[in-house]
């Protein structure tokens, strides 16, 4: 019987990655099922703040932060955060009002043009974002 924590990657995928089909010379991640294969991750610092931050005890903290050191990392630079902020701005105009932290995870996103591969429903209120809810082959 697998443990938990034995598909732990596949986990951290199935809740917070940024896939993009490969086509560039990032490095290529492989979960333990074989299904990230042709894809490569992106992650952010917020979406490492809110996982890291869940981690059950010390061990798993270790293996999510090991599984995070296999993406790519988006930097929340200026013009992410300036994105961020416009986007906040417009969907709180529109009566759709979402936790800021999506807000910046999704300007990371639409920056380096990933899709997010997540069950949150609010990425789905940002123009241009695709939502994976698992991966394709």
């Not at 732990?8 to 490969?22: D, E, F, H, K, V």
């Not at 949150?120 to 939502?131: C, E, I």
Request: one cysteine or more.
């Amino acid at each position: 019987m697998m443990d938990r924590n034995d598909n732990l990657l596949g986990t951290i995928y199935a809740r917070t990655a940024l896939p993009r089909q490969r086509n560039h010379g990032f490095p290529l991640v492989h979960d333990s099922e074989g299904e990230a294969g042709q894809w490569e991750f992106f992650t952010t610092g917020m979406v490492m703040l809110e996982v890291l931050r869940g981690a059950r005890d010390a061990r798993q903290l270790v293996k999510i932060e090991a599984s995070f050191s296999l993406m790519n990392f988006i930097p929340a630079t200026h013009t992410i955060w300036t994105r961020a902020h416009r986007l906040a701005w417009d969907l709180d105009r529109s009566g759709i009002i979402i936790p800021a932290q999506d807000h910046l995870i999704a300007a990371c996103a639409l920056e380096m043009d990933p899709a997010i591969l997540t069950a949150d429903a609010h990425f789905q209120h940002y123009p241009g974002l695709t939502v994976l809810r698992r991966l394709m082959d």
